[in-house]
């Protein structure tokens, strides 16, 4: 209820145009901007990152893999379902609300970067948030150990934080479009577990 309030609200904001968010938006732009363009190095690093580390197509591939790997080596057919289907429907939703909201992306006359259709919410973060989270969340229903638990979430963090401030700093996003993407692909995350917990078959038995 939280995640849902929250990206309700910040969704009303910047379809409002709200002035306050609109204005730190911009001073946060206008800064990442300037150190986007005297720092080239930096610049190139972070286009790498987001257009192969961390791009969308990326991480639906890693899903995708995932999904493989759940059907044929774990036999858990139910789960791979699930997991395709919330990608998928994650995806949809990204791609919905940035048709319906309809937000420009920032201009310059000095862009160091490039992207196409409409900002909110970003679909670099709200897909590695959604993927990430997700498999997160399967390391440990699955009971690995503390170890794989801990570098799974050192890795999601790292790569969630990570696409979201390259897509700031190349300057093809403004900073709440991260935010929004961040909290939706985080509910998309609780929705998604919460119907595996109430609807998979045989949930009071053992998942280990």
Do not use: N
């Not at 999904?67 to 949809?92: H, I, K, N, Q, Y």
């Not at 897909?127 to 801990?150: I, P, S």
């Amino acid at each position: 209820m939280a995640l849902a309030v929250c990206s309700a609200l910040l969704l009303t904001l910047v379809a409002l145009e709200w002035r306050p968010l609109i204005d730190l938006d911009d001073d946060i732009a206008g800064t990442t901007h300037r150190w986007a363009v005297e720092e080239p190095g930096i610049t190139h690093a972070m286009r790498i990152l987001t257009d192969w580390v961390w791009d969308t197509w990326t991480m639906r591939l890693l899903c995708a893999a995932v999904v493989l790997w759940l059907w044929f080596r774990r036999g858990d057919r139910w789960t791979a379902v699930w997991l395709g289907a919330a990608c998928l429907l994650g995806s949809l939703l990204q791609q919905l609300l940035k048709a319906a909201v309809d937000r420009a992306r920032p201009v310059w006359p000095d862009p160091v970067d490039s992207a196409h259709f409409a900002a909110f919410p970003s679909g670099h973060a709200m897909t590695a948030t959604f993927v990430c989270g997700l498999l997160v969340w399967l390391v440990h229903h699955y009971g690995a150990a503390d170890g794989v638990r801990r570098a799974a979430l050192a890795a999601a963090v790292v790569s969630v934080a990570g696409v979201g401030v390259t897509r700031v700093w190349l300057g093809v996003h403004w900073a709440t479009d991260v935010l929004g993407g961040w909290l939706l692909g985080a509910l998309v995350v609780a929705v998604a577990a919460l119907v595996h917990r109430r609807r998979r078959p045989g949930t009071a038995a053992s998942t280990r």
